[in-house]
């Protein structure tokens, strides 16, 4: 038998077959496209899930169960959205509407939760008991594992850590506070940044590398230009890992877990954002004289964190 996960991100609805060794045998994918009123987003879920049903050249029947990890507030309990910033749902009752489109049972997490259980089960946290997964994509997003479990706190709303503030009195987020780690280090963040570096430098190689339209600008554009030898996208880059650093060494001080698994699209940079964030944390973590230390690594799963840790929702 099979299960599907689905990450429903700010970007794309990902859906994915997931056998008992926990391997993805097939995948569909369609723009989340919003805002936009939640039945016509689940009505998309399901559409993606069709997709990934039929890649993997299985029956509806085969599926056992259908996992969904959304951003936000969800409460695991009600099946209740309470708050999605991101996807401007407040109280979207989830799993009641899910369940009309599917007809088979339907579990639903935060997002980060899902990518955070995913890499615990079969990716970088595998056999750690703490453990805490981060996700640079859309917003911000984390996982919090602790003694083995998942935190999800008095009502399903722990782990937001993209929402501490970094910088009082800052940006202002769309969740209303200000100064949100994720108005800083998710890659929606870099792509304001890198923009904002691209009109106050005509001449940076950035420009040539979206053919001068900056409107196409992506979370990757300033590190391939820094690559390039680009001196404006290099200071766009330092201080975007900087943000991002503020933000882990919070975590590390707040719950010391053995492994930090850094994951979502920025993730896929490895190394080139790994080893700098490794030195501001050498620099800045409070236990700087202890003999264990938390590790950062990239998240193994990749993409597929969410999509694993989602089908898993139903053990």
Same mark, same amino acid.
């Given at each position: 038998?099979?299960r599907?996960?689905v990450?429903?991100?700010g970007?794309?609805?990902?859906a994915?077959?997931?056998d008992?060794k926990?391997k993805i045998?097939?995948?569909?994918?369609?723009?989340?496209n919003i805002?936009r009123?939640?039945?016509?987003?689940?009505r998309?879920?399901?559409a993606?899930?069709?997709?990934?049903?039929?890649d993997?050249?299985?029956n509806?029947?085969?599926?056992?169960?259908?996992g969904i990890?959304?951003?936000?507030?969800?409460?695991?309990?009600?099946?209740?959205i309470?708050?999605?910033?991101?996807l401007?749902?407040?109280n979207v009752p989830?799993?009641?509407?899910?369940?009309?489109?599917f007809h088979?049972p339907?579990?639903?997490?935060n997002?980060?939760?899902?990518?955070?259980?995913?890499?615990?089960?079969?990716?970088?946290g595998?056999?750690?008991?703490?453990?805490?997964?981060?996700t640079?994509?859309?917003?911000?997003?984390s996982? +919090?594992?602790i003694?083995?479990? *998942?935190?999800?706190?008095?009502n399903f709303?722990? #782990?937001?850590? =993209? !929402?501490?503030?970094?910088?009082?009195?800052?940006?202002?987020?769309?969740?209303?506070?200000?100064?949100?780690?994720e108005?800083?280090a998710?890659?929606?963040?870099?792509?304001?940044?890198t923009k904002?570096?691209m009109?106050?430098?005509?001449?940076?190689?950035?420009?040539?590398?979206?053919?001068?339209?900056?409107?196409?600008?992506?979370?990757?554009?300033?590190?391939?230009?820094m690559?390039?030898?680009?001196?404006?996208?290099?200071?766009?880059?330092?201080?975007?890992?900087?943000y991002?650093?503020?933000?882990? +060494?919070?975590?590390?001080?707040? *719950?010391?877990?053995?492994i930090?698994?850094?994951? #979502?699209?920025? =993730? !896929?940079?490895?190394?080139?954002?790994?080893?700098?964030?490794?030195r501001?944390?050498?620099?800045?973590?409070?236990?700087?004289?202890?003999?264990k230390?938390t590790?950062?690594?990239?998240a193994?799963?990749?993409?597929?964190?969410?999509?694993?840790?989602s089908?898993?929702?139903?053990?």
């Open positions: 038998m099979y599907v996960g990450d429903l991100g970007t794309n609805i990902a994915g077959v997931v008992d926990l045998i097939g995948r569909g994918k369609v723009k989340t805002p009123p939640a039945p016509e987003i689940f998309d879920i399901k993606a899930v069709d997709m990934a049903i039929e993997a050249k299985i509806y029947d085969d599926v056992v169960s259908i990890g959304a951003p936000g507030s969800v409460n695991k309990a009600t099946g209740v309470e708050f999605a910033n991101n401007e749902f407040v989830a799993k009641q509407l899910l369940d009309k489109l088979k339907v579990f639903l997490d997002d980060a939760n899902c990518a955070a259980l995913g890499e615990a089960v079969a990716g970088s595998n056999g750690v008991k703490n453990f805490v997964a981060i640079l994509g859309t917003g911000v997003g996982g +919090i594992i003694d083995g479990k *998942l935190v999800n706190g008095v709303a722990a #782990g937001e850590m =993209g !929402h501490m503030v970094i910088c009082v009195n800052g940006e202002q987020c769309n969740c209303g506070r200000r100064g949100c780690w108005r800083y998710s890659a929606t963040a870099l792509v304001s940044q904002d570096a009109h106050n430098n005509q001449d940076s190689i950035m420009w040539d590398l979206v053919d001068n339209n900056i409107d196409t600008v992506s979370g990757r554009t300033a590190f391939d230009a690559r390039k030898g680009d001196l404006a996208a290099k200071q766009v880059v330092d201080k975007y890992i900087f991002v650093a503020s933000g882990i +060494i919070n975590i590390i001080n707040a *719950l010391q877990p053995e930090i698994c850094v994951g #979502g699209g920025i =993730g !896929h940079e490895k190394e080139t954002i790994l080893a700098p964030l490794r501001h944390v050498e620099r800045e973590r409070y236990s700087i004289y202890a003999e230390q590790q950062l690594v990239s193994a799963l990749g993409n597929d964190a969410g999509i694993i840790g089908a898993l929702l139903d053990f």
